[in-house]
């Protein structure tokens, strides 16, 4: 008995079925509705980080909220998908691009090439929310660091430090008496 080892990747989930035209118009449209969302999401993550670069705290209240809606339109974007991917009889963990190769003949190339460059899109967000949180906890670390050394400077006696942190030395005393 020959027995070959067993693969320890486990193939990506395929879909069920060929897609009909109809379900592949649908997939084609999902398609370009993410696409719209995520150009529209690296917009909004340019201007967050602009607003952070000017310390603008209205355009910063301002991208959060919209980041916010952003979130809530993506999350209706993702029923659309696993709606689409119900009706086309796919296994859970299916890609749109797994589907895309189940589109008929004409449509596969096109519908595939679309999901490569929204993936390509959707890693460019990803890479752009990673850079404005460094940059936050870079600049949160530096506002607190600024506002232990004021607290340490205002604060000889150790009124305006945090329980459990010593006072640094008195350089000098204020006669409350004279």
């Known amino acids: 008995m020959n027995h070959t080892p067993a693969s320890t990747v486990a193939p990506a989930p395929r879909a069920a079925r060929a897609l009909s035209p109809e379900l592949a118009a649908q997939l084609d449209?999902?398609?370009?509705?993410?696409?719209?969302?995520?150009?529209?999401?690296?917009?909004?993550?340019e201007a967050h980080r602009a607003a952070i670069a000017r310390a603008d705290g209205d355009?910063?209240?301002?991208c959060v909220l919209a980041q916010q809606q952003a979130a809530v339109r993506l999350s209706e974007l993702d029923d659309r998908?696993?709606?689409?991917?119900?009706?086309?009889?796919?296994?859970?963990?299916?890609?749109?691009?797994?589907?895309?190769?189940?589109?008929?003949?004409?449509?596969?190339?096109?519908?595939?090439?679309?999901?490569?460059g929204l993936r390509a899109l959707m890693t460019r967000c990803v890479r752009a929310q990673e850079s404005?949180?460094?940059?936050?906890?870079?600049?949160?670390?530096?506002?607190?660091g600024l506002m232990a050394q004021i607290a340490r400077r205002l604060s000889e006696t150790g009124v305006y430090v945090r329980p459990g942190l010593a006072p640094t030395a008195a350089s000098g005393a204020v006669d409350v008496l004279s």
């Open 29 to 45: 449209l999902l398609l370009t509705d993410l696409e719209t969302h995520h150009h529209q999401q690296l917009t909004l993550l």
């Open 132 to 144: 404005i949180a460094l940059a936050s906890a870079s600049l949160l670390g530096h506002a607190r």
């Open 59 to 62: 355009a910063l209240a301002h």
């Open 81 to 116: 998908r696993a709606v689409l991917l119900r009706a086309a009889g796919a296994v859970p963990g299916v890609t749109l691009s797994a589907l895309c190769d189940r589109a008929p003949a004409g449509l596969a190339a096109h519908l595939r090439q679309r999901a490569t």
